[in-house]
């Protein structure tokens, strides 16, 4: 029994590590679901991550959502001037200030860094995308992503960002009933990391990102442990950012 091996928030790190197949585990104390405090804290945690990675000329590519703008939030004062920061995804949902292009706009203001934007729907159509890729401003946006060397993504409840990517409610319970609990990056995964399904995502996916110097995922609350548990990144450098609350039922489910 995992569970038995637990004594604090140590122990918990090595396991996840082992099993989710992560370089670094950092849980942070408490439960983002039950205290907003503990999401800001997850926040903090991934910015003062970041800002330790983060060298020289380095491009960072972010999703977006509500962990991710936490992050954003509590970044500290620090001068990425030398940096460009460029959004990993284009637009998905309605709520404005946790899209990729916002929250990439809000850090690279906060410290001094330029920045892209990318102004794609995140869910086209091949044929729709194969356009816009010719568009030389978007194929630019497109071409950062795939050479940057630091990806902060979120890791979402499969129906949840199956709704807030607009699918119907019948496309939602194909979803679910195949096994969809956990979304990165536009892939859905079923428990323990199998792959159900992959959205096209401005024509970039996880596995573009195999070779990526630096992978943040940040997620937390226990709600999510299903989702974080599905999620494996396949890339060795990976570095998982969550909460107590998730973590421990992640070790309970193992
Ligand atoms: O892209 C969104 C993440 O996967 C989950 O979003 O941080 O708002 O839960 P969230």
Known sequence: ELVSQIKGLD??????KRELGYKKIIVVPGDSDKDPNVKKELGNVAALYLSSVIRHKDIIALTGGST???MVNSFPKMDFR????????????RIIDIQSNNVVAALAEKVGANYKLLNVPDNLSNESLEVLLKEKEI???????RNTQILVLGIGRADK???????????????????AVGEAFGTYFGKSGKSIRRINSVGICLDDFKDVQHMIAVTGGSSKAEAIEA?????????LITDEGAARKIVSIL
């Open 82 to 93: 030398d940096n460009l920061i460029v959004p990993a995804r284009g637009s998905l949902g």
């Open 11 to 16: 122990d918990m790190e090595s396991i996840l």
């Open 139 to 145: 194929r630019e946006v497109v071409d950062y992503i």
């Open 231 to 239: 999620v494996r990144l396949h890339n060795r450098n990976a570095v």
């Open 161 to 179: 960002m199956a709704a807030r990517r607009g699918l119907s409610e019948e496309e939602i319970t194909k979803l679910l009933e195949e096994g």
């Open 68 to 70: 991710i703008k936490e």
